[in-house]
């Protein structure tokens, strides 16, 4: 747990709301040697992607199949301490792009996100919190992503000004425009 407290702990904020989720993150980790595990219901530790082409107009998105919403996509660390190797792994099994390279090796953003109740495979899931890291990471957009339907209903590139509005998951605008501002900001340096 020391590596994914680490991780967590030299990321540094981009506004108010990461510096809280922050700190409940990492006081999870403190109190919760299973937090990469998902036997803890509570909470645990997940690791997301927004996979973008080289020149940060374009995003994969995929239509989830719980949340009915095109999302990002991610997963759980089940155990996995190695975050970005987690996000990669769950970018290139849910959009099947063979292309997927890091931006770089630090945490994107961070966020503590709220997971209603849900059957997933026949089994009930209990509410939930997810301690997620965000990875940016760097894909062929001529390379087309491949639909699972074990993860979701369809896969897709979007213009990253336009994919806000196929999002109808209100909750996570703000996680996503958070995220595509700074996606803005790295361009401009560009």
Do not use: C
Not at 15 to 25: A, F, G, H, S, V
Not at 51 to 69: L, P
Not at 74 to 84: F, T, Y
Not at 121 to 127: C, E, F, S, W
Request: aromatic share 10%; proline share 3%; hydrophobic share 35%.
């Amino acid at each position: 747990m020391k590596r994914v407290y680490d991780l967590f702990e030299s990321y540094n904020p981009k506004n108010e709301q990461e510096q809280r989720d922050q700190k409940l993150i990492l006081e999870f980790i403190k109190r919760n040697p299973d937090a990469l595990d998902r036997t803890n219901l509570a909470a645990h530790i997940t690791s997301s992607a927004f996979v973008v082409n080289k020149t940060f107009d374009k995003i994969v998105f995929a239509y989830h199949h719980i949340y009915q919403s095109w999302a990002w996509v991610g997963g759980h660390a089940d155990g996995d301490d190695d975050l970005l190797h987690v996000s990669i792994k769950e970018a290139k099994e849910e959009t099947g792009l063979e292309s997927i390279k890091p931006y770089n090796n630090d945490i994107f953003t961070i966020d503590v996100i709220y997971v209603h109740n849900h059957i997933k495979k026949g089994v009930y899931v209990p509410d939930h919190l997810h301690l997620n890291a965000t990875y940016l990471l760097i894909a062929d957009d001529k390379e087309e992503p491949i639909h699972n339907p074990e993860e979701h209903q369809d896969v897709r590139w979007f213009n990253l000004d336009q994919v806000m509005d196929m999002v109808s998951e209100e909750r996570m605008k703000a996680v996503y425009v958070k995220a595509f501002d700074e996606m803005k900001k790295l361009k401009e340096k560009m």
